[in-house]
Nanobody, 119 residues
């Protein structure tokens, strides 16, 4: 059972920054991709940013230019640097690790970390 443990959430004023960390219990390079999702109250969980095994990154349009996903393979950790935070960014942020075996996708999730942005 893979464990993903997020940290770094908290309360920040609009315009501020936070860096989220996701520590994995196995080599992150073994995942096909890792990403950050978020879920605000009453809304569906949405992809924020992802990074593939090969290092290709993807971002939601709403965070492009403000958020950066990165990884430290030696530390088995993925990061999400969030700058210029807006109240709309407030949500529980979840780390995701995705394995692809044949045609089957296997997702591992962290427990989530709360991000609150005050206006």
């Amino acid at each position: 059972q893979v464990q993903l443990v997020e940290s770094g959430g908290g309360l920040v004023q609009a315009g501020g920054s936070l860096r989220l960390s996701c520590a994995a219990s196995k080599r992150i390079f073994s995942f096909n991709a890792m990403g950050w999702f978020r879920q605000a109250p009453g809304k569906q969980r949405e992809l924020v940013a992802a990074i593939t095994r090969g290092g290709t990154t993807t971002y939601a349009d709403s965070v492009k230019g403000r958020f950066t996903i990165s990884r430290d393979i030696a530390k088995n950790t993925v990061y999400l640097q969030m700058n210029s935070l807006k109240p709309d960014d407030a949500a529980v942020y979840y780390c995701n690790g995705r394995d692809l075996v044949g045609d089957t996708t296997y997702d591992s999730w962290g427990q989530g970390t709360q991000v609150t942005v005050s206006s």
